[in-house]
């Protein structure tokens, strides 16, 4: 397979990326209880607003990340690998571009959240220097929160 290659969303990509967070969420909706949030997020509204990246390869979307631009820190609102391409370390790459824009904001801190249920982020995150900061609710949901320094 050739290399996946990383470029900004555009408009154009809006139902794609929304077609890839229901097939990627849809395993935690029976955990949670309910959809999680990145499955009902206005991606139209974030690829004009926000740091939008989608992930692509011979035209098949493999992931998406969303980063929003705060005053002292990067929130990484989502991270999206489609299910198939799970495991092959799209994830790492889209953590590493979140921290890129963090860094093209003149950002030191990468902040995130990810749903209490949803065990294998909880897991995985430390492995990449994130550093759980506080659990609590938050908009309904179960919520664990990690920072990078950078």
């Known amino acids: 397979m050739p290399d996946p290659s990383l470029r900004r969303a555009a408009a154009a990509d809006t139902a794609a990326v929304v077609q890839l967070a229901e097939a990627a969420y849809e395993k935690y909706v029976a955990r949670i209880g309910r959809r999680p949030a990145p499955m009902d997020a206005d991606y139209a509204a974030l690829i004009g607003n926000a740091n939008v990246w989608v ?75 994130y550093v759980e900061t506080h659990r609590g609710g938050q908009d309904g949901f179960r919520r664990v929160f990690f920072s990078k320094r950078l």
């Open 55 to 129: 992930l692509t390869c011979d035209d098949r979307l493999l992931g998406s990340l969303v980063t929003i631009v705060n005053d002292d820190h990067l929130l990484l609102d989502s991270i999206t690998v489609a299910p198939e391409a799970q495991g092959h370390g799209y994830g790492a790459l889209l953590l590493r571009r979140a921290e890129d824009d963090a860094h093209n904001a003149g950002l030191p801190e990468v902040r995130l959240y990810t749903n209490a249920a949803m065990t294998e982020n909880v897991a995985m995150y430390p492995r990449f220097g």
